[in-house]
């Protein structure tokens, strides 16, 4: 990429000592950015002209001052001149710090990784969920491994990343950490935005990311049927643990809301809503966007129970939920209980109630997406499949309209 850069003098006016006199900064541009330094000269302010950026006259001293600039902007051209000739990465910065003669220590990458996550974690509350920085922490944590086991390293300068860096890192993860492609997809492309961070700095000179493309092999996910729904809610289960865990799993079915929001909702998160019925109002945990949900009977009566419960008196919550850990293998062995032969965890829930309990009985897919919190349909229709149920009852509908109608027969 061709640069823009130049070089010119100007006094601060700012700085005018007892003597009249105003020190002479350097000011560097490349592309735009500007990086400052003092030349440890002053002037007389009335003598500088402007326009050409150097003293005024033809006396011995200003003909030696107006040299001394030349100095000072050939010195800086040759050291743009050289970073052009090496190819590297050219900033005012680096040229300033070039010229003072300072020590130029290269950007390391999980340096920028883990400045990048303290940010995150600062910030974890506000503007992220907890599980965001999970996140970020595991990339990091498995880029640096890489680096160790790739480059016999602890650490590599940001400018070392290239292609073969990300397509390394893809199947490093792939084959050494056993990751699933979609998982391995997703921690590439956590990677992928520190380095967009140091291309944004000017720490390298070029995206190394601009040929990878990040591509998602679809999931079929899965959801529980009408008939599994109701062997859950008529099993009988043999400790009182199993059937609470039960009772706030089928909640998540009936309402869609995920993990964490379930763990949060507290009593002013359910409101009466348009229709005079109870509403759940809550921003998800995970986007921060709202989510607004009329509460079915089902999940009505799961909160009725529970009102009493010593944990939500103690906490404020509406529900008694366990770790998510705790949640998950419990929710398993209920699915054996229940012979149900599929992978269940809590988060197959919230695919549940997009599908069986919502478009599945001809709710549209635009207030599924409400419903969900989604910001876009997009993402609403990951979660939700439409049945062949659905899809014969739909045809079955416009079978009878064309019967009726002499236009199609």
């Excluded at 040299?67 to 800086?76: A, G, S």
């Excluded at 996140?135 to 990343?161: G, M, N, Q, W």
């Excluded at 720490?203 to 529980?224: C, G, M, Q, T, Y």
């Excluded at 099993?235 to 929001?261: M, N, P, W």
């Amino acid at each position: 990429m061709q640069n823009t850069y130049s070089t010119l003098f100007y006094p601060k006016g700012s700085n005018t000592d007892k003597n009249g006199l105003v020190p002479i900064y350097a000011r560097i541009t490349v592309n735009g950015k500007r990086s400052e330094f003092s030349i440890k000269r002053k002037v007389s302010q009335s003598k500088w002209n402007s326009e050409a950026g150097k003293l005024k006259g033809t006396t011995i001293e200003v003909r030696e001052f107006n040299r001394f600039l030349n100095n000072v902007r050939t010195k800086i051209n040759k050291l743009y001149d050289k970073l052009v000739e090496n190819e590297e990465t050219i900033t005012a910065d680096k040229l300033k710090l070039l010229y003072q003669g300072k020590s130029l220590k290269p950007k390391m990458l999980l340096a920028i990784f883990q400045e990048h996550n303290d940010k995150i974690e600062n910030l974890v509350g506000k503007e992220y969920a907890p599980g965001t920085i999970e996140r970020y922490k595991t990339a990091k944590k498995h880029v640096e491994d890489f680096i160790k086991l790739e480059y016999r390293a602890s650490d590599i300068p940001v400018k070392d990343v290239d292609h073969k860096f990300i397509t390394g890192l893809e199947y490093y993860l792939k084959t050494e950490r056993n990751c699933a492609h979609n998982t391995a997809i997703k921690y590439v492309t956590n990677f992928k935005k520190i380095i967009r961070i140091a291309f944004a700095n000017d720490w390298i000179s070029k995206d190394p990311f601009l040929n990878w493309k990040a591509k998602l092999k679809i999931v079929e996910r899965e959801f529980l049927t009408e008939d599994e729904i109701q062997r859950i809610i008529e099993k009988e289960l043999h400790t009182e643990r199993l059937d609470q865990v039960k009772d706030i799993f089928l909640f998540s079915c009936f309402t869609g809301l995920a993990y964490a929001d379930v763990k949060k909702l507290a009593t002013n998160d359910v409101v009466l809503g348009i229709d005079g019925g109870k509403w759940i109002k809550i921003n998800r945990s995970k986007t921060d966007t709202r989510s607004s949900i009329p509460l079915l009977p089902t999940a009505l009566a799961i909160l009725e129970k529970y009102q009493e419960h010593p944990e939500v008196s103690k906490n404020g919550k509406l529900l008694p939920v366990l770790s998510n850990q705790k949640m998950n293998a419990y929710i398993k062995e209920i699915a054996d209980l229940c012979k149900i032969h599929k992978n269940l965890t809590f988060h197959l829930a919230r695919h549940t109630f997009a599908t069986t309990i919502t478009l599945s009985n001809g709710v549209s897919i635009e207030s599924v997406s409400k419903m969900l919190g989604h910001k876009n349909l997009r993402t609403t229709q990951h979660y939700a499949k439409i049945l062949d149920q659905k899809v014969s009852e739909d045809m079955m509908t416009l079978r009878n309209k064309m019967q009726n109608n002499p236009v199609f027969n």
